[in-house]
T-cell receptor
Framework: DADVTQTPRNRITKTGKRIMLECSQT?????MYWYRQDPGLGLRLIYY???????NKGEISDGYSVSRQAQAKFSLSLESAIPNQTALYFC?????????????FGNGTRLTVT | GEDVEQSLFLSVREGDSSVINCTYT??????LYWYKQEPGAGLQLLTY?????DMKQDQRLTVLLNKKDKHLSLRIADTQTGDSAIYFC??????????????FGTGTLLAVQP
């Protein structure tokens, strides 16, 4: 979905390096999310934000941090990357209402930590 | 905590019907979703069902919900090669407020043989 743009699409980094994954959206949605996808594990929620300055931990937030710089931008940082953070990372957005508003996903960032 | 389970792989012939199954544990689930992920892309919402419904039909897609057994299925009629993708079941609940946090299953890879 071109309305949710993730950069970079692919990234290879070394253990211990700090990296940032960027997400921007043109949908005007208040809610933004970061998910991680691993084969056989589905998607797991890392962090989510309901508005600028609102940050909430998901089920697997350890080793990650986020920043909601503006309504349209939500970045994910790995302060010191480790190999088990190798995964496909997705940013998603949704409207505030109605409650069952679907998530709109970006195309993902494939991260490899060597 | 909540858990959503799916079988990992399904193979069907073009023109046959596909049935993808999902079980969940959260009895307070309010909405259940089916998302489709094509190679190299993010997830796209296919359909969803509210927990007070038993069935929902949308063109070739039929969703069946057995709330007593916490079982959800997605039937694709006249399956085409373009339906080959990973299908994710997801559930959300009102627990903790209207967060719209989704819990995803592991995903089912549907392979359609010509």
């Amino acid at each position: 979905d071109a309305d949710v743009t993730q950069t970079p699409r692919n990234r290879i980094t070394k253990t211990g390096k700090r990296i940032m994954l960027e997400c921007s959206q043109t949908k005007g949605h208040d809610r933004m999310y970061w998910y991680r996808q691993d084969p056989g594990l589905g998607l797991r929620l890392i962090y989510y934000s309901f508005d600028v300055k609102d940050i909430n931990k998901g089920e697997i937030s350890d080793g990650y941090s986020v920043s909601r710089q503006a309504q349209a931008k939500f970045s994910l940082s790995l302060e010191s990357a480790i190999p088990n953070q190798t995964a496909l990372y997705f940013c998603a957005t949704s409207q505030w209402v109605p409650y069952n508003s679907p998530l709109h996903f970006g195309n993902g960032t494939r991260l490899t930590v060597t | 905590g909540e858990d959503v389970e799916q079988s990992l792989f399904l193979s069907v012939r073009e023109g046959d019907s596909s049935v993808i199954n999902c079980t969940y544990t959260d009895s307070s689930s309010t909405y259940l979703y089916w998302y489709k992920q094509e190679p190299g892309a993010g997830l796209q919402l296919l359909t969803y069902i509210f927990s007070n419904m038993d069935m929902k039909q949308d063109q070739r897609l039929t969703v069946l919900l057995n709330k007593k057994d916490k079982h959800l299925s997605l039937r694709i009629a006249d399956t085409q090669t373009g339906d080959s993708a990973i299908y994710f079941c997801a559930e959300s609940s009102l627990e903790g407020g209207a967060t719209n946090k989704l819990i995803f299953g592991t995903g089912t890879l549907l392979a359609v043989q010509p």
